[in-house]
Every structure is written in structure tokens, then in C-alpha cells.
């Protein structure tokens, strides 16, 4: 059996929330994703959902437990070394696309390329690549004020996808749009994950996308629970 791009073991965290004391929002937490396969994350807000997608992507560290990606194990890393993890095997993407406003679609894929020393020319002929995937070629330079909001959680996916990443790791990325929209935005986040091989780690409060999926998860009590 192949190692799971993604394993979570023993994860804590706590948080010290001042005169209100400690609160330990993961507690040996476990979660194990292969490449390929699209895992739904189901919880209540202020149940840890956005916790374990920082831990899971490098963004943040748990107390105790380990964290690997593609085999690697990626807990006591060095920051330097812990940012050029994230940035060469992990994509995000939020409820809000977060784009720079100042940039064209092209430009918002190309700059985190260059960021990880990618040519210029190669970066912008993967930006026009991904945007042509997606079903927005002819967007790309058009800045973010310029599009729907359906189109701008498109280029935030090509954004995501830019470095060719092996997880990709969403918090609520359809939340902002209203249902027929969310419906393609989402199956164009499934065409993607199915068409590179991700492992994909999707937060949602949207019980009908999260049933499309292969497999749904929830947080119980600070544990990665069957859902």
C-alpha cells in the first residue's frame, strides 16, 4: 500500500485565550488522505476546522504529533525550510479569493511562481495554461474587479494549483457564492483534483458538496471523526 500524501498523527493544539484560559482545540488528532482522493471536512465554526488546514499546511505548528507530506515528515522544520515546503507541495484556497486587485488573473498565478524561482516565461505559459483549464482563458487580463465572483474563485484555484503542489487544502472555497455558481465552481475544483492527482483536503459547511466527495470527515471534541 502507497504512503498517503497527507498523515496527521497525534496532533494537539491549544490556544491561551487570555482571562478565558487555555482551550485545546486539537487533541491526538489523526487524518490520513492519498493522492487522488478528495476528503471532505465537516464541523460547526470554532470546532478546529481552520486550525487542522493551517497544521496541515505548514501554516502553523501543533504542540505535539507529526505531520508528513508525500512520506516526508515536515514537523520540526526550520521556518525557511517549513515556507519552501509549503510553497513547492501545498495550494490553498479561501472563502474569499484573496487575489491582489492591483494584478491581471495571469499576473495573480504567475507571481507565486516567481516566488519559487520559476522562469518568467515558463511561469506565465502555466498561468495561461490553468486559466485555459478552468474555462477562462479569455480573462486573463482581466484584473479582479473585472470578474464575477465565480470567475475570481476560478483564478484563485489556478493560483493554488500554480507551483504544482501535491496537496491542496480549501477552507469553505464556494462559501461566497450563491448555489448555481458554488455547483460550477465546484465541479471545476473536482476536474482539477481528479485531472492532477492532488490530495485535497476540502472545509465546507455544504452538505451536498461535501456527499460528492470520496470520502467526509468531521471534528468531534478535537478528533478526526467518520462523518
Given at each position: ?113 516567481l516566488a ?84 485535497a483536503l ?25 462523518g
Amino acid at each position: 500500500m502507497s504512503e498517503p500524501m497527507l498523515r496527521l498523527d497525534g496532533i494537539d493544539k491549544t490556544y491561551n485565550r487570555g482571562s478565558s484560559g487555555e482551550v485545546q482545540v486539537l487533541r491526538g488528532t489523526a487524518l490520513e488522505i492519498a493522492a487522488g482522493e478528495m476528503v471532505a471536512l465537516v464541523a460547526p465554526s470554532g470546532a478546529g476546522k481552520s486550525t487542522l488546514l493551517h497544521i496541515a499546511g505548514l501554516l502553523d505548528t501543533p504542540d505535539a504529533g507529526t505531520v508528513e507530506i508525500g512520506g516526508e515528515a515536515m514537523t520540526g522544520l526550520s521556518d525557511r525550510r517549513r515556507t519552501v515546503a509549503r510553497r513547492r507541495e501545498v495550494g490553498f484556497v479561501y472563502q474569499f479569493h484573496h487575489l491582489l486587485p492591483e494584478f491581471t488573473a495571469r499576473e495573480n498565478i504567475v507571481l507565486p511562481q516567481l516566488a519559487n524561482a520559476v522562469p518568467r516565461a515558463d511561469a506565465v505559459a502555466r498561468a495561461d495554461e490553468l486559466l485555459a483549464r478552468v474555462g477562462i482563458a479569455g480573462r486573463s487580463t482581466h484584473r479582479p474587479s473585472a470578474m464575477s465572483g465565480g470567475e475570481q474563485q476560478r483564478v484563485a484555484f489556478c493560483r493554488a494549483l500554480a507551483n504544482s503542489p501535491r496537496l491542496l487544502l480549501a477552507d469553505e472555497p464556494t462559501g461566497n457564492l450563491d448555489p448555481a455558481t458554488s455547483d460550477q465552481v465546484f465541479d471545476t475544483l473536482m476536474e482539477l483534483v481528479r485531472g492532477t492527482g492532488l490530495a485535497a483536503l476540502i472545509a465546507t459547511h455544504n452538505l451536498e458538496l461535501a456527499a460528492r466527495m470520496d470520502r467526509v470527515v468531521r471534528l468531534d471534541q478535537g478528533q478526526v471523526v467518520a462523518g
